[in-house]
């Protein structure tokens, strides 16, 4: 008996019990995020499209301004002209309008919806725009590691409306993965809310130009995001599992229109407003 005692006792301070010991303690692996979602009606981190239908934008886009075209010289002195800006009401909306990603871009919307959206009541929407949004990152990221073509800061010390850094000034720019994102969201937002869709388009716009007013980003970046947009969104609409997730979401939105809610900051859609109406350059 004093033998058994003696065994028991070393196996519990072994190694061996310690791991056991911790295993039943920590909690089971989290899934994959691109299987299932992390949280009851949270988006699954996965695309709608897969690599056969994303649509090839290196092949659709044309090349980047080079050498001394005209081109170039055009995207030069938007930028030169825009850094004046600064301090300015453009400016400020530009500031804001860094933000990127379905959240960011659904509030920059409000003001043609009428409403802010409470995310947390439009899990459909929120799922839709997620997933579409890994299919606008795949879209521009074959095209910016291609060309790898260099931010307008780079290289000068002209005012910039954000922090510079190193992983920044690294990141290449054509095409703006932020035009990129607010052109197909702007198509998705009139799908849902046709009615509306010009002012979908018109605040998608000036959206993308804040990035030329930002200085990051030339102006052939921003419309290379939009064409590179209308790609995504065309391939999308062919995909089933993306018609179903956007008649789910015309609904959902539907009734949170209709039930009202909070109304958006009207100082901030004047500043839209105007924004849309004067040019940049």
């Not at 990051?216 to 939009?226: P, Y």
Request: contains cysteine; proline residues 7%; glycine residues 6%.
């Amino acid at each position: 008996m004093a033998r058994l005692t003696l065994v028991l006792t070393f196996l519990a301070a072994s190694p061996l019990a310690a791991v056991a010991q911790d295993a039943a303690q920590k909690p089971a692996a989290a899934p994959a995020v691109g299987v299932a979602p992390l949280t009851p009606g949270k988006p699954a981190r996965a695309p709608y499209l897969t690599d056969a239908q994303a649509p090839d934008t290196v092949a659709i886009l044309s090349p980047p301004p080079r050498g001394q075209s005209a081109a170039e010289a055009a995207d030069k002195a938007a930028f030169n002209a825009t850094r004046s800006l600064k301090g300015g009401p453009r400016w400020a909306l530009a500031t804001t309008d860094v933000a990127d990603g379905a959240s960011a871009i659904l509030d920059d919307f409000a003001c043609v919806i009428g409403q802010r959206i409470d995310q947390s009541r439009a899990p459909a929407l929120m799922t839709l725009l997620e997933r579409a949004r890994l299919d606008i990152a795949r879209a521009t990221r074959a095209p910016k590691l291609h060309y790898r073509r260099l931010r307008p800061f780079v290289g000068n010390d002209a005012e910039i409306c954000v922090m510079r850094t190193s992983e920044l000034g690294n990141a290449f720019s054509f095409p703006s993965s932020h035009a990129t994102q607010a052109w197909t969201y702007a198509a998705i937002m009139a799908a849902l809310m046709p009615e509306k869709a010009t002012q979908f388009f018109v605040r998608a716009r000036s959206y993308g130009e804040s990035r030329v007013v930002c200085g990051l980003h030339w102006v052939s970046d921003i419309e290379a995001g939009r064409t590179a947009a209308s790609a995504v969104y065309a391939a999308l609409q062919g995909d089933s599992a993306f018609r179903a997730d956007l008649e789910k979401a015309r609904a959902e939105l539907g009734k949170l229109v209709t039930n009202g809610g909070t109304a958006p900051d009207q100082a901030v859609c004047a500043r839209e407003e105007a924004a849309a109406r004067e040019p940049i350059l």
